[in-house]
T-cell receptor, first 115, second 115 residues
Framework: AQSVTQLDSHVSVSEGTPVLLRCNYS??????LFWYVQHPNKGLQLLLK??????LVKGINGFEAEFKKSETSFHLTKPSAHMSDAAEYFC?????????????FGSGTRLSIRP | DGGITQSPKYLFRKEGQNVTLSCEQN?????MYWYRQDPGQGLRLIYY???????QKGDIAEGYSVSREKKESFPLTVTSAQKNPTAFYLC??????????????FGSGTRLTVV
């Protein structure tokens, strides 16, 4: 069985400082991993995805994530936060080529940016 | 521009009424999905469809129904049997049924409120 855990429900950082949003997963097979961002009352937008290629994945808006199999983690980072980064972020895991019913969304991390 | 259109953006339903949420895509994607989002929770899969005239129940299908008569359209009906329908509903599509190797494209959502 697979699962995904976002370790922080809320993260607050100052503008210009680094961002770290943590995600741990559990999967019996080679997972596909994603990060999505959701702005208030909007749909989700794909930030980046890992599908068994390079372990360091670069996404849009300066975000990146590193797949660490030994730690079963896929943390999202950004060197310098911008006010426009304030949003909800979701970590998602799927098992290889799997049914839609086996794609699991984390509960989300709300990112706040202080001026 | 290609994308997914959900309508209406806001919907109010009286107790005992059925309501239908619209989802249209012009991405030529085969697979479409409906998710429900509640505060502080991840997305939960209601129904999904891999191909026209075929659809599968997700994790929380009770009280909902769908149809897939056209590739572009995947409407969701929230029936009176759904006891707690107030939520944010998101429609998504993907190139393949799993969506895990390519990621999903999401609509901007419909917020349903029971009055």
């Amino acid at each position: 069985a697979q699962s995904v855990t976002q370790l922080d429900s809320h993260v607050s950082v100052s503008e210009g400082t680094p961002v770290l949003l943590r995600c741990n997963y559990s999967s019996s097979y080679s997972p596909s991993l994603f990060w999505y961002v959701q702005h208030p009352n909007k749909g989700l937008q794909l930030l980046l995805k890992y599908t068994s290629a390079a372990t360091l994945v670069k996404g849009i808006n300066g975000f990146e994530a590193e797949f660490k199999k030994s730690e079963t983690s896929f943390h999202l980072t950004k060197p310098s936060a911008h006010m426009s980064d304030a949003a909800e972020y979701f970590c998602v895991v799927g098992e290889g080529y799997s049914s839609a019913s086996k794609i699991i969304f984390g509960s989300g991390t709300r990112l706040s940016i202080r001026p | 521009d290609g994308g997914i259109t959900q309508s209406p953006k806001y919907l109010f339903r009286k107790e005992g009424q059925n309501v239908t949420l619209s989802c249209e895509q012009n991405l030529n994607h085969d697979a479409m999905y409906w998710y429900r989002q509640d505060p502080g929770q991840g997305l939960r899969l209601i129904y999904y469809s891999q191909i026209v005239n075929d659809f599968q129940k997700g994790d929380i299908a009770e009280g909902y129904s769908v149809s897939r008569e056209k590739k572009e359209s995947f409407p969701l009906t929230v029936t009176s049997a759904q006891k707690n329908p107030t939520a944010f509903y998101l429609c998504a599509s993907s190139i393949d049924e799993a969506g895990d190797n390519y990621g999903y494209t999401f609509g901007s959502g419909t917020r349903l409120t029971v009055v």
